[in-house]
């Protein structure tokens, strides 16, 4: 089992190595779909990671007003947090959209994009659909 990174410890990886290019996603199968994107596009310098890595206590997300328990909140939570700081430019955090739009939701930083459609298993439907997606979330250039 890995240690769960504190939020202490992201700010000060990305103070220390601000080139640094990583994405956080909610959960394992969503890692491992990114992972595979990447090595297919033969980008070398980005680095997926599940949310459960990274301890997300629950005051933070009371701060940003979000739910316990959920991988989805505590990714959420982290881009609020990454997102204030200048030396974390090269880190995205990507969630599914899910029911967000008819529920209401509405959590946007420059830390954290949402996918187009509920889950990111529906970027696998059409490719040029997902490297599209890819493309426009900015600070993370994959292709």
Known sequence: ?????????????????PELRDLY??????????????ES???ANVTVYPIELIDIPDEILQKHSLPSGSNKARL???????????????VMCIADRDYDDCCSLDHHNSGLTHTDGNSIELYALHPAVFR???????????V
Not at 1 to 17: D, F, G, K, N, S
């Open 1 to 17: 089992m890995e240690l769960r990174r504190t939020l202490e410890e992201i700010h000060a990886l990305y103070q220390v190595e």
């Open 25 to 38: 996603v909610e959960g394992s199968s969503d890692k491992c779909f990114f992972d595979w994107y990447i």
């Open 41 to 43: 596009t033969g980008e």
């Open 76 to 90: 959420i939570a982290l881009s609020y947090e990454v997102a204030s700081s200048p030396a974390a430019a090269g």
């Open 132 to 142: 599209k997606f890819v493309l426009l979330t900015r600070r993370i250039n994959i």
